[in-house]
């Protein structure tokens, strides 16, 4: 003879109650039991704030003309996901001033505004002898990627320009970078401790044409705020 296994078909319930009577004694409720809170939203300065250097992290843009071009800039993008505005074309900005007086700074500061104002948008950083090491020929590697990618990023912060060592190809390399930027529109934050005529030197005409139609200037003034202040005499 076979014998029969039957099924209580109110079992599942029996034991649903008596999970739910243990979990009330102990003070949970059933329904939330695996519900996991949801998480804050992150914004869009929070993400930033990994890629920026930490030095920066928290830089606030307080000279008018940059926080001028940022308000300008935020205002003029066109609508992304979400209705968020986005970068599409506008005017460069190029902060020049002795090492010291707060150019990188007030760089990351207008990158932070434009991030706080909602704006959504894809953007690089780079020192330019960080672009330079970085492009630079070796075997089994192929920079243009890299330099295309630089070109097209909807705004791009170039730090420290004019400070590497110079050379036929990093004349090469900066020119096509710059004049690609400036025939579409791209915003650019660039930062120098050299004028228009010492960057034409360093740089060469092309570049340093292109720089002059293509930014408003922005002068900064001062003494290195990095070395300790001298003691009164």
């Known amino acids: 003879m076979t014998a029969t296994l039957s099924r209580d078909p109110q079992q599942p319930a029996r034991i649903t109650s008596r999970l739910g ?11 939330n039991a695996a519900q996991e809170p949801t998480p804050e939203p992150v914004t ?15 830089a606030l843009a307080d000279h008018p003309q ?33 090492t010291g007086t707060g150019k990188t700074h007030q760089a990351y500061g207008a990158v932070r505004i434009l991030l706080a104002a909602g704006v959504r948008l894809r953007w690089e950083a780079v020192t330019a002898a960080d672009l330079y090491a970085r492009l630079r020929p070796r075997p089994g590697f192929d920079g243009e990627r890299d330099l295309q990618t630089l ?3 909807p705004l791009l912060l170039l730090d420290d320009l004019g400070a590497a060592k110079t050379s036929e190809w990093t004349e090469e390399v900066t020119y ?16 120098t401790n050299l004028p228009t005529e010492d960057l034409r030197t360093a740089l060469g005409d092309r570049v340093s044409s292109r720089l002059s139609e293509m930014t408003e ?3 900064l003034a001062g003494e290195d705020r990095r070395r300790p202040a001298r003691a009164a005499a």
Request: overall charge positive; aromatic content about 4%.
């Open 21 to 31: 009577a243990i979990l009330a004694q102990r003070g949970i409720a059933p329904n």
């Open 44 to 58: 869009a300065l929070e993400l930033a704030e990994a890629r920026i250097p930490a030095r920066y992290r928290h």
């Open 66 to 98: 940059v926080t001028a071009w940022a308000n300008a800039i935020a205002r003029s993008g066109r609508p992304g996901p979400a209705g968020a505005p986005g970068i599409a074309e506008g005017p460069s900005l190029r902060i020049v001033g002795p």
């Open 151 to 153: 070109m097209r990023c």
């Open 176 to 191: 096509r970078l710059i004049n690609h930027r400036y025939e579409h529109l791209r915003p650019t934050l660039i930062t």
């Open 217 to 219: 200037c922005v002068i």
